[in-house]
């Protein structure tokens, strides 16, 4: 337990709060809160309604306060997808700091669907950073999947990755992205990581999209990383992570019997792990 945990519970118990709402509040009062200019990008105007609508479950503040971030660091996101944290990153970091979107260099994908997706990907997420100023020098760096490089080594704050080490499981590229993530991060810097949440372990080939946590805490640890904390902010004890369709049954992708909506409109997102790493400064 952390000292600022420990003294909150002490307070919390010293003012006669029931054991349970003194463990709530001394869970809230540990975890950091989001600085007025990340609040100001969360509430911007030119985020997708759509997006704005997950932010119950994704706690985007409380996420990135938690990873320690600044608007003057140089944050590297790994595979932004559609660009839901992009809409949220890139105005934060335009003044002071810089903001790069690493995503999979499309040829280096074999010709197919599979590049195809990863074009389609790409082009997308630079047609976001075109269409409003908020976005401002935003950056858009391409890596080979099968032996990633995000930047010149040493040259970043903060490493973030929401909800992909399943992915690179299946593809077996799991240890090559987190060597990949120590080697561009600076002597002290920060790997942020958010999965879905396997009750146990799984096999690297399992297809519910969930992960064990002690799996990617393994996975960083033999990169170099050391466990520098875990926050449960996008915890979700609702879901029991035995669905037909594995994560892909919950909201957002629904897939599911539309018989089924309103059950799995009740649990929402995934149970989500969320831990902080940090490479080693130098001896």
């Avoid at 599911?256 to 997102?269: L, N, T």
């Amino acid at each position: 337990m952390s000292r600022s945990r420990a003294c909150a519970l002490a307070i919390a118990f010293a003012l006669g709060l029931p054991a349970a709402q003194a463990g709530a509040q001394a869970a809230a009062a540990a975890e950091p809160a989001p600085d007025a200019a990340l609040q100001a990008a969360i509430g911007g105007s030119w985020r997708d309604p759509a997006n704005v609508a997950r932010d119950r479950y994704r706690n985007p503040g409380q996420t990135l306060a938690f990873f320690g971030i600044r608007p003057d660091m140089t944050v590297v996101e790994i595979t932004p997808g559609g660009g839901w944290y992009t809409e949220i990153l890139a105005p934060y970091l335009r003044d002071h700091g810089r903001y790069v979107a690493a995503v999979v260099d499309p040829q280096a994908v074999d010709a197919g669907p599979g590049r195809d997706y990863q074009q389609r990907q790409r082009a997308g997420l630079e047609k976001k950073l075109a269409s409003a100023p908020q976005y401002g020098k935003a950056e858009v760096v391409a890596y080979d999947p099968k032996a990633p490089v995000f930047g010149p080594a040493g040259s970043a704050d903060l490493v973030l990755t929401f909800r992909n080490v399943h992915n690179w499981r299946m593809a077996g590229q799991a240890e090559g992205m987190f060597k990949g993530f120590f080697d561009v991060l600076k002597p002290g810097g920060v790997l942020g990581v958010v999965e879905h949440r396997a009750a146990a372990d799984v096999p690297a080939d399992d297809g519910s999209g969930y992960v064990g946590q002690a799996q990617v805490i393994a996975l960083a640890e033999a990169a170099g990383f050391v466990l520098d904390g875990s926050s449960e902010v996008n915890a979700n004890p609702r879901d029991t992570k035995d669905h037909p369709n594995g994560v892909w049954t919950l909201p957002p992708t629904n897939r599911h019997d539309e018989a089924d909506r309103g059950k799995y409109q009740a649990i929402g997102e995934s149970d989500r792990m969320t831990l902080r790493f940090v490479k080693p400064p130098r001896e």
